[in-house]
């Protein structure tokens, strides 16, 4: 029983935890292969892409510069638009984002 209860608290727990970007909101956010765009503002540039063999799978990182410091808080928020954005066009390439923060 006590196995039991503990297997259903660890389940419960995973599905929860399995999408971060969940409830991330991104109204006002745009991307077009190479910027993200906040209200048509271009906030974060495509600075590199690499392509590596990770764990059986071919894998695809692709690293946004912001355009200033100013826009640190939006770091996650560029990470679901763009991963939103290329998930439609490539099913089979997994789609990391890196999001370069600025200092201030």
């Known amino acids: ?3 039991t209860i503990l297997f259903m608290l660890l389940f419960l727990f995973s599905c929860s935890t399995m999408s971060p970007l969940k ?3 991104i109204t006002g ?3 077009d292969g190479k ?3 906040l209200n048509n503002e271009i906030i974060a540039t495509l600075g590199a892409i690499e392509l590596a063999y990770d764990g059986g799978e071919l894998v695809r990182e692709a690293t946004f510069i912001l355009s200033s410091a100013k826009y640190n808080e939006y770091a996650i ?3 679901k638009c763009v991963q939103e954005n290329t998930k439609l066009k490539s099913n089979n390439i997994k789609f ?3 999001v370069e923060l600025k200092n201030k």
């Open 23 to 25: 409830n991330v909101d």
């Open 96 to 98: 990391e984002v890196e």
């Open 77 to 79: 928020k560029i990470i």
């Open 1 to 3: 029983m006590k196995n």
């Open 35 to 37: 910027s993200v765009f």
């Open 29 to 31: 956010l745009s991307y």
